[in-house]
Nanobody, 123 residues
Framework: QVQLVESGGGLVQAGGSLRLSCAAS????????MGWFRQAPGKEREFVAG????????LYGDSVKGRFTISRDNAKNTVYLQMNSLKSEDTAVYFC????????????????WGQGTQVTVSS
């Protein structure tokens, strides 16, 4: 099992940028696929982005395409989410998740989850 800890959330004005980090510990030798999800109050947890084990392949949710970028540094066991051109509708708790081979939108296919980090975008 891998443990995940998110950081980098905060308050930012609309149009601004933030970079989230997700540090993995535990059985990181297995090298996991990783995903970012978000959940706003009263809404379902939504897929934001996913990345393959080696980092060569990425997927994005439609609402963040062209604005967010997922990347990873396997030497540091860390995955990042660079968020640009933030909008008020990006306000949510952001979670990272680890999977075995899957890095798409189906949250049920991820095995481990972090506790989340709050992102608030003021308009």
């Amino acid at each position: 099992q891998v443990q995940l800890v998110e950081s980098g959330g905060g308050l930012v004005q609309a149009g601004g940028s933030l970079r989230l980090s997700c540090a993995a510990s535990g059985r990181t030798d297995s090298n996991y696929t990783m995903g970012w999800f978000r959940q706003a109050p009263g809404k379902e947890r939504e897929f934001v982005a996913g990345i393959s084990r080696g980092g060569a392949f990425t997927l994005y949710g439609d609402s963040v395409k062209g604005r967010f970028t997922i990347s990873r540094d396997n030497a540091k066991n860390t995955v990042y989410l660079q968020m640009n051109s933030l909008k008020s509708e990006d306000t949510a708790v952001y979670f990272c998740a680890a999977g075995q081979t899957y890095f798409g939108f189906d949250k049920a296919k991820y095995n481990s989850w972090g506790q989340g980090t709050q992102v608030t975008v003021s308009s």
